[in-house]
Structure formats: C-alpha cells, structure tokens
C-alpha cells in the first residue's frame, strides 16, 4: 500500500488531459500561461469565470467572462476547470461548495513548469527524499506546510494547502536567525525589478548594501528605474548578469515580451546571450555577505555551488525558491548541505501562491 494511500486518489496531468475543454478561473495576467499550457497539448479554453464583477459579462483573451454562478449550468460533461489565480485554495474551496460532483473536474494552476509536481510519479518514488526533509525542518510549521504540500501535490486539490503562519511577507519568516539584519550586505539573486530589494530596505530602515543581479535586458532596464526613482543609488548596486558555478555565458529564453519574471536560462543558442559570474568571484575581495536570496527559475544548484566559498566563510542567511522543479524541494537543501554544513532549515512559501515554497536558512548558532 502506498504511504500517501490516506491522502486520497493521486491526480496527474493525465486526468487534466483526460478533459476535453477548458474554463479558466481568473480573468488576469496568470491565465495565459495556463492558456499557451493547454493550447500546447492540444486543448481549448472556452470561457474565463472570475469573482470580479466588473469583469462578468465581458471578454477577455477573446472569450467570455462568465459569473461563477453560470458554471454549473454551462460546464458540459467533458469540461474541466483551472484555477489561473494566486488564491488557489480560497476558489477551490468555493467551487467545491457550488459543483457538486463537477468540483472532481477542478484543477490547479498548471503551466510548464507546475504540472510536473503532480500525481503519483512526482511524489511516491521520493518517500524516502521527502521523510528525510521532513526530518531535516527546524519547527513544526514548516513540518505542516510540507505535509499539505504533498498531499496538495498528490491529489491535485488546492484545498489540501496549508499557509505556514511563520511566513510574515515576500522572503520574511518569523524567527530571530532568519533574514537579513541591519548594516548586512545582501546578494538579491533574481532581482526582477527592484521589488525584493525595496522590501529588505524598508525591513532594515534602510540601512544595508544590496548586490542585485538581474540578467534579463527589459527586467535590468526597470531596475535601474526602480533606483533612480527611489533614490537609492547609494545603496542598490545593480548588475546586468546571473549568478552560476561557473563564469560563462547562457541564453534567456522567454515567452513574453518585457519585463518577465519567469524568464529561464539555457546552455543551448537561442534567445539573448547572457554572462554568468560565480558570486565567489564577484565578492572576492568585499566585506562579509550577509544574507542571499536566489530565486532564478530553476537555477538555483548552479548560484550555490558558485558560492561555497561564501556559505562556508561567511555563513549568510539564505532564501532560496525551491518550487522551479519538483525534485528542488529536497535537493537544494541536500545539496546546503553538503556545501555548508550546519544550517537550520525552514520551510515555507509565497505570500500570495502558497503552492511556491521558499527555503529560509540560517547559522545553527545565530
């Protein structure tokens, strides 16, 4: 018997493309990429439903907006339903009180990158990975949010998901040795637009140092807007690479035009040619690194290990976005590890998508 048998029936990408049409949940910016996601396997969106009611009875994307109330009426028997919204598990639960048996068809949000961590293959050959994790976290909040996060993957069920009430804002959890402290220099790897950055200083009433790096040209060019109009040349230093474990160089690969968050970096030609620097290089000669933050869509392993020499001298705080890929979410903290042992490992998430869980390290001695 399977050890995730109590959780209920596992639910795959298989069972989502077992439907034949679509309706989105969410009439925003997060529905087109569940869009291009199923248009990719061949399936079509027929119809946006969204609790806004501005936004009722009016297209979007070229299609109708309808009221949830019209969803069991107008949903056929082959027709499914995504969740193309950050409340995942406030609109499942809604929709779980309103469908009746057609809540089975409800499904979470799904692109490229998410729909790998569903169903049976995405959990049940790492029992042992995942107990070891389990074993490896420093509190039990973040014992409970691993719990709902596997049987939220498990089933395909947003309701399963738990928030970790710890969890106090973008990259901030609630304990004295988690996070940047006052006069840190701080490594923003994946700086977007600013936005992170602006956090930490405003946390720290401005006082510490900020590296951030961004490689993406649109991303860079509104981070240096993001300085100048906050006025803190003094304090940001803005650098147009990514962070790797080697210096070389790599593509950006994206799907949107500007600013785009969920850029991915690849070895092969094609798209705009970056430069990779090891962090362990670009602060060889700087003051001690206080506390990190990587979140670069699936490149985590590479800054790492770019940056033991940093982890094991200087020991800084560490937040690190563990969600790109399933099997992140016991490698990386695997591999902290080995690069710098002695760590205490929390668990928790994304304020807004509870399903993107964050890493949150810091010195056992701290």
């Known amino acids: 018997m399977s050890p995730y048998s109590t959780l209920g029936a596992p639910r795959g990408l298989d069972d989502v493309l077992a439907c034949e049409r679509f309706v989105l949940f969410g009439a925003g910016g997060a529905a087109g990429e569940v869009e291009r996601f199923l248009a990719a396997h061949g399936k079509s969106v027929i119809a946006f439903a969204d609790n806004a009611a501005a936004k009722q009875g009016t297209t979007f994307r070229g299609k109708p907006v309808w009221a949830p109330s019209e969803l069991g009426n107008r949903l056929g028997a082959r027709d499914a339903i995504v969740i193309a919204s950050a409340y995942q598990t406030e609109i499942a639960s809604q929709l779980a009180d309103t469908l009746g048996p057609a809540a089975s068809r409800v499904f979470p949000f799904l692109s490229g990158m998410f729909a790998p961590q569903f169903g049976r293959q995405a959990v049940e050959p790492y029992t042992d990975e995942l ?48 996070g940047p402290k006052p006069g840190d220099l701080i490594i923003d790897c994946g700086a977007y637009t600013g936005d992170t950055a602006l956090l930490y200083l405003k946390r720290l009433d401005g006082n510490a140092q900020i590296v951030a790096l961004e490689p993406v040209p649109a991303n860079f060019s509104e981070l240096i807007e993001t300085i100048a109009r906050e006025g803190l040349a003094g304090r940001i230093t803005p650098l147009p690479l990514g962070a790797g474990e080697t210096p070389s160089s790599a593509h950006i690969a994206s799907d949107e035009d500007g600013a785009d968050p969920r850029a991915t970096l690849r070895k092969n030609a094609g798209g705009i040619e970056i430069r990779l620097e090891t962090l362990d290089c670009l602060l060889s000669a700087g003051p001690r690194v206080g506390f990190i933050k990587i979140d670069v869509e699936g490149f985590e392993p590479a800054v790492l290990r770019g940056a033991r020499r940093i982890l094991g001298q200087d020991r800084p705080g560490l937040a690190v976005a563990a969600y790109h890929l399933p099997e992140h979410l016991w490698q990386l903290p695997q591999l902290i590890d080995e690069l710098a042992p002695g760590y205490r490992l929390h668990l928790g998430h994304h304020p807004a998508s509870v399903f993107e869980c964050e890493l949150f390290l810091g010195r056992a001695d701290a």
Do not use: C, Q, V
């Open 131 to 178: 107990g070891r994790l389990r074993e490896r976290l420093s509190d039990e909040e973040s014992k409970t949010y691993l719990d709902a996060l596997i049987a939220f993957r498990w089933t395909m069920d947003a309701r399963r998901l738990r928030r970790n009430p710890r969890l106090t804002g973008f990259y901030a959890y609630d304990a004295p040795h988690l």
